[in-house]
């Protein structure tokens, strides 16, 4: 079993859409998430940490629910500029490991 | 100028060969990752490295070794390339306890023929 799952997608949405990415993880001792955004063929970037109150940036809202492991991502106006893949990252503590999901693909059309 | 960086960006290689991936950072980060990103996959972790002549396996270690005899280099061999190693190596790094935010080199997309 994988330690993060993410739905691979394609996410095809219009612009101004909101459109939300889950993914869930293996290990009750996960300690830090994050979501990365990743543009083909190039190195992923941080797009925002996930905090256990939830924590929002611009049109970015991000969640975390412990008690079913899982944590979200929430688009709201989608741009053009939003089209990436989008990758959840679970760290579990002690151990400086990083787990990845394999990505969610957006696609934002005009 | 300041930041990560890989080379070679692109290498094509034989299997049995031994090819060595470099990765260089200006920040003095104190962690230092390498992960290899294949489809259906997406990135798992080689290698890392919490200081200086610290290194530690990660989830695919086999066929791959490390160094880190400076802060800023980490550089990873594959001893005798293999078609499996076929991939895009990322390079990453992180300062403080390692555990925030994780800063990309480019990538070197690697051809195991």
């Known amino acids: 079993r994988k330690e993060v799952e993410q739905d691979p997608g394609p996410f095809n949405v219009p612009e101004g859409a909101t459109v939300a990415f889950n993914c869930t993880y293996s290990?009750?001792?996960?300690?830090?998430f994050f979501w990365y955004r990743q543009d083909c063929r190039k190195e992923p970037k941080l797009l925002m940490s996930?905090?256990?109150s939830g924590n929002e940036d611009g049109r970015f809202t991000a969640q975390l629910n412990r008690a079913s492991q899982y944590i979200s991502l929430l688009i709201r106006d989608s741009k053009l500029s939003d089209s990436a893949t989008y990758l959840c990252?679970?760290?579990?503590?002690?151990?400086?490991?990083?787990?990845f999901g394999s990505g969610t693909k957006l696609n934002v059309k005009p | 100028d300041a930041g990560i960086t890989q080379s070679p960006r692109y290498k094509i290689t034989e299997t049995g060969r031994q090819v060595t991936l470099m990765c260089h950072q200006t920040?003095?980060?104190?962690?230092m990752f390498w992960y290899r990103q294949d489809l259906g996959h997406g990135l798992r972790l080689i290698y890392y490295?919490?200081?200086?002549?610290?290194?530690d396996k990660g989830e695919v270690p086999d066929g791959y070794v490390v160094s880190r005899s400076k802060t800023e280099n980490f550089p990873l061999t594959l001893e005798s390339a293999t078609r499996s190693q076929t991939s895009v190596y990322f390079c990453?790094?992180?300062?403080?306890?390692?555990?925030?935010?994780?800063?990309f080199g480019p990538g070197t997309r690697l051809t195991v023929t």
């Open positions: 990453a790094s992180s300062g403080a306890s390692g555990k925030g935010e994780q800063y």
């Open positions: 290990n009750s001792a996960s300690q830090s």
């Open positions: 996930v905090y256990s």
């Open positions: 990252v679970v760290n579990i503590d002690n151990f400086n490991k990083f787990y």
């Open positions: 920040w003095s980060h104190s962690y």
């Open positions: 490295s919490a200081a200086a002549d610290i290194t």
